[in-house]
């Protein structure tokens, strides 16, 4: 059912990491994004983007949107920091991630496992497990030879 809404409506989601937009998410809740074209952002939206300077993305509300040489242009905040983002970012795209919604909680798992290779170890040992009780169910089941015996 998730995946079908997912390619249907388009939309994906994706842990909160940090406490920037306390109250409106935090750490361990999922956001759920969906691709919007950049001219519709409004001040007020909360749209994912990569900052300038920076390597992971961000999901700050707008607190500006202008445009220069064709590219949109937002100034951001978070709900929690008392001061504006230190950057304008230029979104290249045509599209950006727009925050649409939030699950509580559900991504706490993810935020608890904090490193990347600790992230890889553990759908690893999730594969291991899975790939271990198809193989013992497999093994266990009865040939045909001897299930009409």
């Known amino acids: 059912m998730f995946a079908l809404s997912f390619l249907v409506f388009h939309v994906r ?3 909160v990491l940090t406490g920037s937009m306390r109250p409106s998410y935090s750490p361990g809740d999922v956001i759920v994004t969906r691709r919007v074209d950049v001219h519709s952002l409004r001040v007020g939206d ?30 951001t ?3 929690a920091n008392p001061a504006a983002d230190p950057w304008h970012a230029m979104l290249d795209g045509q599209t950006v991630p727009k925050v649409v919604g939030v699950v509580p909680y559900i991504g706490r798992p993810i ?18 497990l899975l790939t271990g009780i198809g193989t013992a169910a497999i093994v266990r089941s009865p040939s045909r030879k001897e299930a009409h015996a």
């Open 46 to 75: 909360i749209a994912v983007f990569v900052p300038p300077g920076e390597s992971a993305a961000y999901a700050h509300r707008i607190t500006s949107v202008t445009t220069k040489n064709g590219h949109v242009v937002v100034t």
């Open 13 to 15: 989601v994706s842990p």
């Open 77 to 79: 905040r978070g709900d």
């Open 111 to 128: 935020t608890w496992v904090g490193a990347p290779w600790l992230h890889a170890a553990a759908i690893a040992a999730l594969g291991l």
